[in-house]
């Protein structure tokens, strides 16, 4: 674990940027708010209502899904990648196995649909 | 002990410090450096009053940032609002711990490597530490409660995680090459072959920068920002300071993105032709200038980009991400693994042949007048009505 050590440096010290840099000149920045200041911007009408109560589109939460099914896919590459040349042709024909459970699978999403964003 | 204390204690420490402070300073001057390159592109001056030519405008917009009033709406969620910065920053730079930089130098008798760590997972740490920095602009679109950032937010999240996928099965194609997924023995491994992995791995480097450019929210792949009809998307409601964090976390992810590209297909820190003996005269450059010349030329492609391409549309920039980057890297993958098959004869065969047809590709390109502007052409009427 001492290798990932760096990491926590790079971390805090990320950290301490921004928070020093709001804290300190919170000192120093004027502060003069006002109700029109403070509403959300809507091209200069006033918000009739609030963001949160409006409904989004399902095609974003389809695509959430969609990319957890693909992403893990690839996190199965990763060590097969890394291993290849002690499988290679054992690997590639098990790979492309793989792959093609993975293509009927996105076929079947494509003509369902699900990738055309309308 | 104070063996220890050294290189694992005050050595990673004082890189962390210098890595993130100059990564903070050359975001500053990669906005001048894009204004005055984006100036020169649509022929007009750009910042030019600030010190000499404008050399001085980065300092300026730093202080008048640092000066300027931290607005928070009044009915925003003000811990996510101030936590959404900080979850974009930190990600961003703490990738910057991986990068290898350049290899092992001397200082004051203390010999470390320029880079603040190697380990055997770093492509993976990269993949998995740039993707946090969603968080960061899903949680600052939701938390201003205003409609533009909750668009810009959600469009945000929908396109990272849409070309989160093809790039890295191009990534793993490079793995299959390399056999390691530490980022300094993917170094080594292109100079024992003697091989830039650019040419076995062309297609994969145009699905990385490709899917690069779309994560890091880049012209033509800006949606989250469109200012034309999003008004900056997710950091709509973001002033001052929090701002500037969003801005350093963009130009430090495009540096990351520049130097993966750089490590995985341009071989890092080598020189052209690794193995090539009458070149060794270019060794007098040293290898960090080899990596930061690579580095900058890719940011320069960045800024080029964004003065050349129009925005995509949001549904072409799902259909390009889904229905043409995601089969055409599976493809890839397959093509890469077969060459493999071969060792290294394999993969140069695969770069000769890849590199011909990216040639008579360009060729063709140049010589074939595009069909649609002959259509253009003849639909024109050739009589001025009286």
């Not at chain 1, 589109?57 to 002690?86: C, G, H, N």
């Not at chain 2, 993976?124 to 899903?138: Q, S």
């Given at each position: 674990?001492?290798?990932?050590?760096?990491?926590?440096?790079?971390?805090?010290?990320?950290?301490?940027?921004?928070v020093?840099?709001?804290?300190?000149?919170?000192?120093?920045?004027?502060?003069?708010?006002?109700?029109?200041?403070?509403?959300?911007?809507?091209c200069?009408?006033?918000?009739?209502?609030?963001?949160?109560?409006?409904?989004?589109?399902?095609?974003?939460?389809?695509?959430?899904?969609?990319?957890?099914v693909f992403?893990?896919?690839?996190?199965?590459?990763?060590?097969?990648?890394?291993?290849?040349?002690?499988?290679?042709?054992?690997?590639?024909?098990?790979?492309?196995?793989?792959?093609?459970?993975?293509?009927?699978?996105?076929?079947?999403?494509?003509?369902?649909g699900?990738?055309?964003?309308? | 002990?104070?063996e220890?204390?050294?290189?694992?204690?005050?050595?990673?420490?004082?890189?962390?410090?210098?890595?993130?402070?100059?990564?903070?300073?050359?975001?500053?001057v990669?906005?001048?450096?894009?204004?005055?390159?984006?100036?020169?592109?649509?022929?007009?001056?750009?910042?030019?009053?600030?010190?000499?030519?404008?050399?001085?405008?980065?300092?300026?917009?730093?202080?008048?940032?640092?000066?300027?009033?931290?607005?928070?709406?009044?009915?925003?969620d003000?811990?996510?609002?101030?936590?959404?910065?900080?979850?974009?920053?930190?990600?961003?730079?703490?990738?910057?711990?991986v990068?290898?930089w350049?290899?092992?130098?001397?200082?004051?008798?203390?010999?470390?490597?320029?880079?603040?760590?190697?380990?055997?997972?770093?492509?993976?740490?990269?993949?998995?530490?740039?993707?946090?920095?969603?968080y960061g602009?899903?949680?600052?679109?939701?938390?201003?409660?205003?409609?533009?950032?909750?668009i810009?937010?959600?469009?945000?999240a929908?396109?990272?995680?849409?070309?989160?996928?093809?790039?890295?099965?191009?990534?793993?194609?490079?793995?299959?090459?390399?056999?390691?997924?530490?980022?300094?023995?993917?170094?080594?491994?292109?100079?024992?072959?003697?091989?830039?992995?650019i040419?076995?791995?062309?297609?994969?480097?145009?699905?990385y920068?490709?899917?690069?450019?779309?994560?890091?929210?880049?012209?033509?792949?800006?949606?989250?920002?469109?200012?034309?009809?999003?008004?900056?998307?997710?950091?709509?409601?973001?002033?001052?300071?929090?701002?500037?964090?969003?801005?350093?976390?963009?130009?430090a992810?495009?540096?990351?993105?520049?130097?993966?590209?750089?490590?995985?297909?341009?071989?890092?820190?080598?020189?052209?032709?690794?193995?090539?003996?009458?070149?060794?005269?270019?060794?007098?450059?040293?290898?960090?200038?080899?990596?930061?010349?690579?580095?900058?030329?890719?940011?320069?492609?960045?800024?080029?980009?964004?003065?050349?391409?129009?925005?995509?549309?949001?549904d072409?920039?799902?259909a390009?991400?889904?229905?043409?980057?995601?089969p055409?890297?599976?493809?890839?993958?397959?093509?890469?693994?077969?060459?493999?098959?071969?060792?290294?004869?394999g993969?140069?065969?695969?770069?000769?042949?890849?590199?011909?047809?990216?040639?008579?590709?360009?060729?063709?390109?140049?010589?074939?007048?595009?069909?649609?502007?002959?259509?253009?052409?003849?639909?024109?009427?050739?009589?001025?009505?009286?």
């Amino acid at each position: 674990m001492a290798d990932y050590i760096p990491v926590l440096f790079f971390a805090v010290m990320a950290a301490i940027l921004p928070v020093a840099g709001l804290g300190i000149m919170a000192l120093f920045r004027p502060s003069k708010p006002d109700p029109i200041k403070l509403s959300p911007y809507e091209c200069g009408v006033e918000p009739t209502s609030e963001a949160w109560d409006h409904r989004f589109s399902v095609r974003y939460y389809l695509i959430a899904v969609l990319f957890v099914v693909f992403d893990v896919e690839t996190i199965f590459v990763f060590p097969w990648a890394v291993m290849y040349q002690k499988l290679l042709l054992f690997g590639l024909i098990e790979m492309v196995i793989f792959l093609g459970i993975l293509v009927i699978g996105y076929v079947y999403v494509w003509k369902r649909g699900a990738l055309t964003w309308a | 002990m104070s063996e220890s204390i050294l290189y694992y204690g005050v050595i990673p420490a004082i890189k962390a410090v210098v890595i993130v402070l100059v990564m903070a300073t050359a975001a500053g001057v990669l906005t001048l450096f894009e204004r005055r390159l984006l100036a020169l592109l649509q022929v007009r001056k750009g910042p030019n009053r600030v010190g000499w030519e404008g050399s001085l405008q980065w300092v300026a917009d730093t202080f008048k940032l640092l000066f300027k009033e931290d607005i928070v709406p009044a009915k925003a969620d003000k811990v996510v609002h101030y936590l959404a910065p900080l979850f974009i920053i930190i990600p961003a730079m703490t990738v910057f711990a991986v990068l290898p930089w350049g290899p092992e130098v001397s200082f004051f008798g203390i010999k470390t490597p320029l880079y603040a760590m190697d380990v055997n997972i770093g492509l993976l740490f990269v993949l998995a530490v740039t993707t946090i920095g969603i968080y960061g602009v899903i949680l600052a679109g939701w938390s201003s409660n205003s409609k533009y950032s909750l668009i810009g937010g959600l469009r945000s999240a929908a396109q990272l995680i849409s070309y989160e996928v093809p790039m890295g099965f191009a990534v793993a194609a490079i793995i299959v090459m390399g056999q390691t997924l530490s980022l300094v023995e993917i170094i080594e491994a292109q100079k024992r072959m003697g091989l830039w992995f650019i040419f076995p791995g062309l297609v994969a480097f145009f699905l990385y920068f490709v899917s690069g450019v779309a994560e890091t929210n880049r012209t033509p792949f800006d949606l989250p920002e469109a200012e034309s009809e999003l008004v900056a998307g997710f950091h709509t409601e973001y002033s001052g300071f929090k701002w500037s964090m969003f801005f350093l976390s963009e130009y430090a992810n495009m540096v990351t993105v520049s130097a993966i590209a750089t490590t995985l297909f341009f071989g890092g820190w080598l020189r052209p032709f690794p193995n090539v003996a009458f070149l060794s005269f270019l060794d007098f450059i040293p290898p960090i200038i080899w990596f930061l010349l690579k580095v900058s030329f890719f940011m320069f492609v960045y800024i080029w980009f964004r003065g050349t391409f129009p925005r995509y549309r949001f549904d072409q920039l799902m259909a390009l991400g889904w229905k043409f980057l995601i089969p055409l890297s599976l493809g890839n993958i397959v093509l890469v693994a077969i060459a493999a098959l071969w060792g290294k004869t394999g993969l140069t065969v695969l770069g000769t042949i890849l590199t011909i047809a990216f040639a008579a590709g360009i060729f063709l390109a140049f010589r074939v007048p595009p069909k649609r502007l002959t259509v253009i052409e003849k639909s024109r009427p050739t009589e001025v009505p009286a």
